[in-house]
């Protein structure tokens, strides 16, 4: 007689697979802010009668060049922002605006991801911002403009990004939002960081009624988005915490080696991230120079643009140590 097979416990396939956990982060973004005439693009016919070009309407605007992560511990339901809200007191973080500033560069916003989940606030309200984030967004802003001054600080600009999508929304907080932030009457009390209503500390007039509660949605202005490139993106080859790894090292070395005195290396050294690691093992003035350096060349000034021999020797020191 054939023998009975023996029962076997194992894990079924068809068990439904976990879906992967997003760790949430934010960002603080480095760039440039104008103006641009609205419709530029548009076709006008121009007479003695037309309005000059200098007195057509303009629209604001902000290019961001470079994105740069803080040191920071990511969690499952929300970004960790504690490193940004202490803005140039925080070493890195002053580090990092030092670098931007090398390159004509400013703060002009941060971006922070996040993930809709069933029951929650953006679930209910279908919004990318809650409390929370509307506080920590009024913070950045209020520091910002205590930094670069109040006009060009009102600039800054706040990204909600969708962890699971990728889809990204960009607001900015209204003015009315930032003074009740800058006096404290806008309260983020820690069980109320994820709700959808903001706590006041005194009566505020909404609608005509007086009440102790802000809606968020009320603190937004939408701010329109464009794609675009920037002059130093980073290309994720630099670790969370600043340092340059192993292999990147060996590429940049190989890089000098191969074309580092005619300027080809030079496009290498265009990322906002690999030049705040080799901040950390540069001195100020070597760093000053290289920074020119990329200045130029990434504006298009490549023809006689050229590392010192002293320039290449320090890379080459610091890279190969």
Not at 150 to 175: N, W
Not at 180 to 200: D, F, K, S, Y
Not at 265 to 273: M, P, S, V
Request: net charge positive.
């Amino acid at each position: 007689t054939p023998k009975k097979k023996k029962k076997t416990k194992n894990k079924q396939l068809n068990d439904e697979k976990e879906e992967p956990q997003i760790q949430h982060r934010c960002a603080l973004l480095f760039g440039t802010t104008g103006k641009e005439r609205v419709d530029k693009q548009a076709p006008r016919a121009r007479t003695s009668l037309s309005t000059p070009l200098a007195d057509q309407k303009m629209c604001e605007i902000v290019k961001v060049q470079a994105v740069w992560e803080p040191p920071q511990e990511p969690t499952m339901d929300g970004c960790d922002a504690s490193k940004l809200l202490q803005f140039a007191e925080c070493p890195e973080v002053k580090r990092a605006i030092d670098i931007a500033k090398k390159l004509n560069l400013k703060p002009v916003g941060w971006i922070y991801s996040y993930e809709s989940k069933k029951g929650d606030a953006r679930e209910d309200a279908q919004v990318p911002v809650i409390a929370g984030d509307v506080i920590t967004a009024g913070k950045l802003q209020t520091r910002t403009m205590q930094h670069l001054g109040r006009e060009e600080g009102g600039r800054f600009v706040t990204l909600a990004l969708d962890g699971p999508t990728g889809a990204t929304e960009a607001f900015q907080i209204s003015d009315q939002a930032i003074q009740m932030v800058a006096e404290g009457v806008l309260a983020e009390p820690a069980e109320q960081g994820t709700a959808r209503n903001i706590r006041t500390s005194d009566s505020v007039m909404v609608d005509g009624k007086e009440t102790k509660e802000v809606d968020c949605v009320l603190c937004l202005v939408n701010t329109a988005m464009l794609s675009h490139s920037g002059s130093f993106f980073g290309s994720g080859v630099v670790k969370s915490k600043g340092t340059i790894s192993s292999k990147v090292k060996r590429q940049l070395l190989s890089s000098l080696s191969d074309g580092g005195a005619k300027g080809e290396a030079l496009g290498r050294f265009c990322d906002f991230n690999l030049l705040y690691g080799l901040s950390n093992i540069m001195n100020s003035d070597d760093m000053d120079e290289l920074c020119k350096l990329v200045l130029k060349w990434s504006r298009g000034q490549r023809k006689g643009t050229e590392m010192s021999k002293h320039m290449q020797l320090v890379l080459e020191s610091v890279l190969g140590g």
